[in-house]
């Protein structure tokens, strides 16, 4: 492979722009509006594997009923899967999915059946206490 000489001042350079390291986010939009319901599934998870674990991944998808029952399945197999996913209507008929690798990675199903999240932020529901038996004595 040969190298050019930098263009001269003034002169158009057709080469590409230096690319340089950033702290940016990267997303990636998959637009599935033409893909049947039937095959949303499968090109979502086709496209999450080919991508980065810090990229998120925007897929655009028809806002009609046919479609209910995909979302439905999908959102759980993304949790599942330790995506975290959020999702908003556009009134076009468009729904867009916005999907991200969860930081603590999947919740295995022992964190899933005692309820423990793999990143706590909060500290886990406790019920209030019993309210203390009255010291009224009604004999006296």
Known sequence: MTSQPPAAAGQWDPGLPTIRPSGAPVELTL??????????????????????????????????PEFASAMAAAYGALRQRGYWSDSSRFPAGVQRLKIGRRPGGPISVVQRSEGIAPLQAEPAYAPAPAPEPSRTDPER
Request: hydrophobic letters at 45%; a negative charge; zero cysteines.
């Open 31 to 64: 637009d599935l509006r033409g893909t049947p319901p039937d095959r949303v599934l499968a090109r979502l998870f086709g496209a999450l594997e080919r991508v980065s674990d810090d990229v998120t991944l925007i897929a655009l998808l028809r806002d009609t």
